[in-house]
């Protein structure tokens, strides 16, 4: 391959993952609210035209726009974001395993990273749909964890979390590994409570932390991770933090923090300020759930009923949409 014809596939692959990474960066600000995913996809930009200095100007003179044979190539048009997501990681992905080949240096790394973008963002899309979050405990479940998972995503849950205690280690990571094979089956997102090296080691999408808990930044180990707050204050806190989203309540007096007051629907109107996704939780059944609570995370209300599908299908009806 003669060098003037090297320089224009180097060009044409430099453009093409340009442009993807700046599509896929305002979906990432504007569609998703994601400000982490757009600093990393916005960062990778940069590198990628760092990477491109080597080549310049020569990358410019040798483009021949006029006979490119591939320049009549039809674009294909998507309706919804979610096409528009895949369609331009693939472009960038693909354009840097080009650039791989070609010899350039850094090419293999953005595209590695590339693929863990894809998958927070893949992660954080999901997340948004979910309306009904079950937390998993074997200490209220009347059955065993694997048959309750099955019975609540039945019912309506987009999310599971394991709230477990108690357990060794390798014991906990099969556990979630087992769950977490339970809930991508059925098409469920899965968090592990305030351990996420568990949560990697299982492959979940997430880990959830509480108030005394590592910080959300220190959490960063999986897609997604979710922050306990209780007050306005710790709601700013944890959507300043980056967390994806929170949880607020209780919404309802609970034996699990009596310590602490029930909150109403003036607080949840306060907490939509800071623009992240939250979950009603605290003391939730199928008969106190209420249609202006969008989310809801609920733990006993579902997997201690005596028919888990039942109330968690009673409750995800109740929150309508």
Request: glycine share 8%.
């Amino acid at each position: 391959m003669t060098r003037p014809e090297m320089l224009r596939i180097l060009d044409a692959n430099f453009n093409r993952a340009r442009e993807g990474l700046r599509v896929l960066e305002d979906v990432a600000r504007f569609r998703y609210d994601d400000a982490l995913t757009q600093m990393a996809l916005r960062g990778l930009r940069h590198r990628l035209s760092s990477m491109e200095r080597g080549y310049a100007p020569a990358l410019v003179a040798a483009r021949d726009s006029a006979r490119d044979v591939g320049r009549e190539a039809p674009t294909a048009r998507r309706a919804d974001a979610e096409a528009v997501v895949t369609a331009n990681f693939k472009r960038a992905q693909e354009a840097m395993r080009v650039l791989e080949e070609c010899g350039v240096r850094g090419a293999a790394s953005v595209r590695f990273a590339l693929y863990d973008l894809e998958k927070r963002l893949s992660a954080r899309r999901r997340l948004l749909s979910v309306r009904l979050y079950v937390l998993l405990d074997s200490r209220v479940a009347r059955r065993p964890l694997d048959r309750v998972a099955r019975e609540a995503i039945a019912g309506g849950a987009g999310m599971l979390q394991l709230r477990e205690a108690g357990r060794l280690d390798r014991d906990l990571v099969r556990l979630a590994a087992r769950l977490c094979r339970v809930a991508h089956g059925e098409g469920a997102l899965f968090v592990v409570n305030n351990r996420p090296d568990i949560a990697r080691a299982a492959g979940a999408d997430g880990v959830h932390v509480g108030t005394g808990d590592l910080p959300v930044s220190a959490a960063r180990l999986v897609p997604i991770v979710g922050a306990t707050t209780h007050s306005l204050g710790e709601a700013r806190a944890a959507a300043a933090a980056g967390a994806d989203y929170v949880s607020v309540g209780p919404m309802f007096p609970t034996a699990l923090k009596p310590d602490l007051p029930a909150r109403g629907r003036r607080y949840l109107e306060g907490v939509k300020d800071w623009g992240v996704p939250f979950f009603c939780i605290g003391g939730i059944t199928p008969e106190n759930v209420r249609r202006w609570m969008r989310r809801v995370a609920v733990c006993a209300g579902v997997i201690a009923a005596s028919d888990v599908r039942r109330a968690a299908r009673a409750i995800r009806r109740s929150l309508g949409g």
